[in-house]
């Protein structure tokens, strides 16, 4: 990813990550505080609801008790409760009609103090019809209001019914009387459209507001709803109920409204009132705020990359500029400049750049004319090294020699002949290291190489030296794809390192080749029971010319190592101080056995 990608993503991330948090918080608290408000606004209309009720019940009462007092005053009203004339019955049966139509009531009965209809004037058939106890449970009821199923020539229907006690001469009588709680009477309670009102009497169908009039009155998830309770008489069945005591509620006696709802008189005597409310508009607005925080939130990340885009250009061109400046720069072509007056960083990076190409150019001349001096060094040094390691072996030979002829004489043809290849070998290594110098050129030439039998030969030229040498070559062991003179140098170097960690002393030298850690790879590991390395020495020991001996040279392991690479394989040191040294290399194998493997020169 480009700097500049990086810094237009870390500006918008920087720019949308407040917004976010703000954003978020903001779009929860006004959700939170809009259903608030939703349910505070949907409790005090439930609230409202049961202050109008009980306001229309206490209109019914004034009403009933102005019929009381009228009553008390019509001697004709009295006479015919006497049934002294025969056109009083008459009188009587219509006299309830003529007062609820005067009074604005939708029901009205006269009765006794057993309950028996006098007269009815919504129904005037009711005339002797006994309902004992519905004057009882009105009047018991929380607030003395409740609601009433009265009967009627079209049907039964529902009345908001309340009582009012009458004395006539000397007699006691009840008037119950209501308005109708209709479709219109919901409407006039909920004159808004984003309320429903459902009405639930046991035994009868819901009582919904007319559609149009307000929200559906299912209540469900998608809606706040409060219910008030109302308490419920049926005086059709009030029969079967008579004796009943009449029910009250304590809690709500003293108005229509209170605790849950103004009425409580049991699962079986009471109606439910539900408030709903949609939230269907709530949830537009919450809509409405998701879409603009949203829009709010793209608006400000296209600007922040944009800008992004924008500012990383300007940050970059003159960077760009420095880079492709520097990607010209070599050691032999440092003559690339940085002209700038920017009085910036960046101006000041370029001025650095500038001074130093100026010390590389420098450093450069320097550097060429110590590395002619360092190359003749380095080479004579190196043949010098080779040669006293090709000698090594021969001058092991010869020594033998001399003391097999001083000590006898008569076996000195056929040791001659038993030492003769290792001198032929000797001989023959120095000739090959004298072409490959007077070439300038040390390039390994891989081929497959018997690694067991170049084992075997260094540790029979190496005989002689004082140490005791062991060689281990593992049975069935597939030729390495190695140069067979690098890889007897890297041996010869390995072994020598050995035998010179000794000092005056003597010690042991293992040797071993074996099939590597992975398929494909032949392993050669060389280890002694030395003094070991400590680990300042174990992380320069490849480093040229550094050495631990007076008369060392420091070149052997950074040959070896230098051999190894060449041969694309790899060396690995495991030593420890007073533990010994063991050194694994690890050559590729050869492909396949087509050609005969060498044993080296």
């Known amino acids: 990813m480009s700097f500049r990608t990086r810094l237009a993503l870390a500006l918008a991330v920087l720019a949308l990550a407040p917004l976010l948090l703000f954003g978020l918080g903001v779009r929860g608290r006004v959700r939170a505080d809009l259903a608030s408000r939703y349910r505070s606004e949907t409790g005090a ?9 009980g306001r229309d019940g206490r209109e019914v009462e004034d009403r009933l008790l102005a019929m009381a007092d009228a009553a008390r005053r019509d001697n004709r009203l009295r006479l015919a409760l006497g049934g002294r004339a025969a056109g009083d019955r008459a009188y009587l049966l219509d006299y309830a009609g003529r007062a609820m139509r005067l009074a604005g009531l939708s029901m009205l009965q006269l009765q006794d103090s057993d309950g028996t209809v006098l007269s009815s004037g919504h129904f005037r058939n009711e005339f002797g019809r006994r309902e004992p106890g519905v004057a009882a449970r009105i009047e018991g009821s929380p607030g003395g209001t409740a609601l009433l199923r009265a009967s009627a020539p079209s049907g039964p229907f529902l009345v908001l019914a309340r009582i009012a006690p009458v004395r006539v001469g000397s007699r006691s009588f009840v008037l119950v009387g209501g308005v109708a709680v209709d479709s219109a009477f919901l409407v006039r309670l909920v004159p808004g459209r984003e309320v429903g009102l459902r009405l639930s009497v046991p035994g009868s169908s819901p009582l919904n507001m007319p559609p149009g009039e307000g929200a559906s009155n299912d209540p469900g998830e998608t809606r706040v709803v409060e219910t008030i309770r109302i308490a419920y ?45 949609s939230l269907e508009p709530l949830r537009a607005l919450r809509r409405g705020i998701d879409v603009w925080f949203a829009l709010a939130l793209i608006a400000v990340a296209a600007a922040s990359v944009l800008f992004g885009l924008w500012l990383a250009a300007r940050l970059s061109r003159p960077l760009g500029e420095l880079a492709r400046a520097t990607a010209r720069l070599d050691l032999d072509r440092l003559e690339a400049s940085f002209p700038t007056e920017r009085p910036d960083e960046i101006g000041t990076l370029a001025r650095g750049l500038q001074e130093l190409t100026g010390r590389l150019r420098a450093g450069a001349i320097r550097l060429r004319e110590a590395e002619r001096r360092a190359t003749l060094g380095e080479i004579s040094r190196q043949v010098n090294h080779d040669v006293r390691n090709g000698l090594t072996p021969l001058r092991h030979v010869v020594r033998h020699l001399a003391e097999v002829a001083e000590r006898e004489p008569d076996r000195l043809a056929s040791v001659f002949e038993e030492r003769r290849d290792s001198l032929e070998g000797g001989l023959g290594y120095l000739e090959t290291l004298a072409t490959r110098y007077a070439r300038l050129s040390s390039r390994p030439e891989p081929r497959p190489t018997d690694v067991g039998a170049l084992v075997e030969r260094t540790m ?14 593992e049975s069935g062991l597939p030729p390495a794809l190695a140069d067979p003179v690098a890889l007897r140098r890297i041996l010869e170097n390995l072994v020598r390192n050995a035998v010179e960690s000794f000092g005056q002393g003597t010690g042991r030298v293992w040797v071993r080749a074996r099939a590597g850690s992975t398929p494909g790879r032949v392993r050669v590991e060389v280890e002694d029971d030395g003094p070991g390395m400590t680990t300042e020495d174990r992380e320069r020991m490849f480093e040229q010319f550094y050495t631990t001996r007076p008369e060392g040279a420091g070149l052997g392991l950074a040959i070896v190592r230098r051999l190894v690479t060449d041969m694309e394989g790899t060396i690995e040191v495991d030593s420890q101080p007073g533990r010994g040294t063991r050194f694994v290399v690890e050559l590729l194998a050869a492909a396949g056995p087509e050609e005969r493997p060498e044993e080296g020169a």
């Open 45 to 53: 209309l439930a609230e409202g609801l049961r202050v109008e009720l």
């Open 233 to 277: 008489v049926a005086a059709g069945t009030a029969a079967s109920d008579a004796g009943a005591p009449a029910v009250s509620d304590p809690r709500a006696r003293s108005g229509a409204g209170g605790g849950s709802g103004p009425l409580a008189a049991g699962p079986d005597l009471e109606a439910t009132l539900t408030v709903s409310r």
């Open 460 to 473: 029979t030229e190496a005989g002689g030296s004082g140490a005791e040498f062991r060689s281990e070559v």
